[in-house]
């Protein structure tokens, strides 16, 4: 299986920035995709940005020309810039690691992270 660790959350003012980690390791884990979700209290987990192994990025509408997803394959490492920070980016940021389990052959996602908690507040 594959484990997935986030780092980088923080506080931050509105219009700063921040960069978020997210490291996967496990070798019976062929990744393909890798992206980014959100939960605010009270609010279910929303997709913010994925990327896939080729380069290929989608975003949430919300985040467009603001956020970028970028992604190391070497070091199975995906980040999140996140400029021009908004109150309402305010939530639990989780990574999501989709691809193919080797012992069964099947493809899914892994299993979430514990998240990394982004503040945008003044």
């Known amino acids: 299986q594959v484990r997935l660790v986030e780092s980088g959350g923080g506080l931050v003012q509105p219009g700063g920035s921040l960069r978020l980690s997210c490291a996967a390791s496990?070798?019976?884990?062929?990744?393909?995709?890798m992206g980014w979700y959100r939960q605010a209290r009270g609010n279910q987990r929303d997709l913010v940005a994925t990327?896939?192994?080729?380069?290929?990025?989608n975003y949430a509408d919300s985040v467009k020309g603001r956020f970028t997803i970028s992604r190391d394959n070497a070091e199975n490492t995906v980040y999140l810039q996140m400029n021009s920070l908004k109150p309402e980016d305010t939530a639990v940021y989780y990574c999501?690691?989709?691809?193919?389990?080797?012992?069964?052959?099947?493809?899914?996602?892994?299993?979430w992270g514990q998240g990394t908690q982004v503040t945008v507040s003044t």
């Open positions: 999501n690691a989709q691809g193919v389990n080797l012992a069964t052959m099947n493809y899914g996602s892994a299993s």
């Open positions: 496990g070798s019976m884990f062929r990744i393909n995709v």
């Open positions: 990327i896939t192994k080729g380069g290929n990025t």
